[in-house]
């Protein structure tokens, strides 16, 4: 029998922090956390997937200047990224009633952020939920 322990590290990342964490607002800007940009391998441009069927979407790691590759940008200062991508809106359709957050972000073997847009709620932590209506 082959066994093989791995280590889980301790004091690297702060423990509400440590999990995948992706939103989108209603233009298309895709926030993801300090954490979820360094597993995805820190790219500094991103493909954006549409998978219609299973309505899902996918960020594959890309450099910057290729052929449709958004750019990964600095967003706020505990290090989180951000995507703008208004063409989400108009090219598929995706039009979130607010700020949503991916319940189930993944990184499968490919290296490739897959977020479901069938696990989605409102964002709590969302600015816009501040709004008094009127």
């Known amino acids: 029998m082959n066994i093989e322990w791995t280590i889980l590290p ?18 298309g800007s895709i ?15 991103v493909f954006i997937m549409f998978d219609r069927f ?5 960020l594959k790691p890309a450099k910057v200047g290729e052929r449709n590759a958004y750019p ?14 208004f063409r989400i809106v108009t090219e598929f359709g995706i039009r979130p009633p607010d700020t949503i957050e991916f319940q189930k972000p ?3 073997l490919d290296g490739q952020l897959i977020l479901d847009l069938r696990t989605i709620r409102i964002s709590p932590k ?5 709004r008094k209506s009127l």
């Open 31 to 45: 926030v993801m956390s300090r954490v979820t940009h360094e597993r995805l391998g820190e790219p500094a441009a």
């Open 126 to 130: 969302a600015h816009s939920q501040c």
């Open 72 to 85: 990964v940008r600095n967003y706020g200062r505990r290090g989180a990224q951000i995507v703008r991508a």
């Open 106 to 108: 993944k990184i499968d």
């Open 10 to 27: 301790r004091g690297d990342v702060a423990p509400h922090w440590s999990g995948l964490y992706v939103t989108m607002n209603r233009i």
């Open 54 to 58: 299973n309505s899902r979407l996918g």
